[in-house]
């Protein structure tokens, strides 16, 4: 059965700090470029960052650039986001899954037709 779990989520205050575990089973990270994905309320999905085949290059979105780290252990088949220094408009719910064309990168993330199904996400809150 594929499927992701994502989870590490939580309520942090500005300038705080957050790991976010991606758990896939199913299938092999390190044969797919993985992705960290948000949706922040009212707001379209948007990419957060990426990493090739667990442990290749790696991409972050400006916005988030500088703050966060990819990272894939593909012993344990488990992809992770770093993330430091959050701000108010980290606030989303985070999702993982594989890479997709841009261009479908858009709307509602669990609506996207992506290569896997989507988890539940992991809410990251940041507020004081």
């Known amino acids: 059965q594929v499927e992701v779990v994502e989870s590490g989520g939580g309520l942090v205050q500005p300038g705080g700090s957050l790991r976010l575990s991606c758990a896939a089973s199913?299938?092999?990270?390190?044969?797919?470029?993985m992705v960290w994905y948000r949706q922040a309320p009212g707001k379209d999905c948007e990419l957060v960052a990426s990493i090739f085949a667990g442990s290749g290059p790696t991409y972050y979105a400006e916005p988030v650039k500088g703050r966060v780290t990819i990272s894939s252990d593909n012993g344990k088949n488990t992809m992770y986001l770093q993330m430091n220094a959050l701000k108010p408009e980290d606030t989303a719910v985070y999702y993982c899954n594989t890479a997709m064309p841009i261009t479908s990168i858009r709307g509602i993330c669990t609506a996207i037709g992506a290569q896997f199904p989507w988890g539940q996400g992991t809410q990251v809150t940041v507020s004081s």
């Open positions: 199913g299938f092999s990270l390190s044969s797919f470029v």
